[in-house]
């Protein structure tokens, strides 16, 4: 069996989209978008397309 963590460091991943090369990943509060480069079949190249998103967990009214 082969593992390997395309992404480090996700912030409640909770889908993921593939397009033009890109992996779409959509977090809690923000979208990003990651792809491998140069093989290693790890994510070299990593941009946040949209941030400070409303959304993350609520419990009793609070959000976190």
């Given at each position: ?9 996700l ?6 989209c593939?397009?033009?090369g890109?992996?779409?990943?959509s ?9 491998d480069?140069?093989?290693?079949g790890k994510?070299?190249d990593?941009?946040t397309?949209?941030?400070?998103l409303?959304?993350?967990l609520?419990i009793?009214g609070?959000?976190?």
């Amino acid at each position: 069996v082969l593992k390997n963590t395309f992404v480090n460091e996700l912030n409640q991943a909770q889908g993921l989209c593939f397009h033009g090369g890109w992996m779409y990943i959509s977090e809690s509060t923000s979208i990003i978008r990651a792809r491998d480069t140069d093989g290693d079949g790890k994510a070299n190249d990593v941009e946040t397309v949209l941030q400070n998103l409303a959304g993350g967990l609520a419990i009793g009214g609070v959000r976190f």
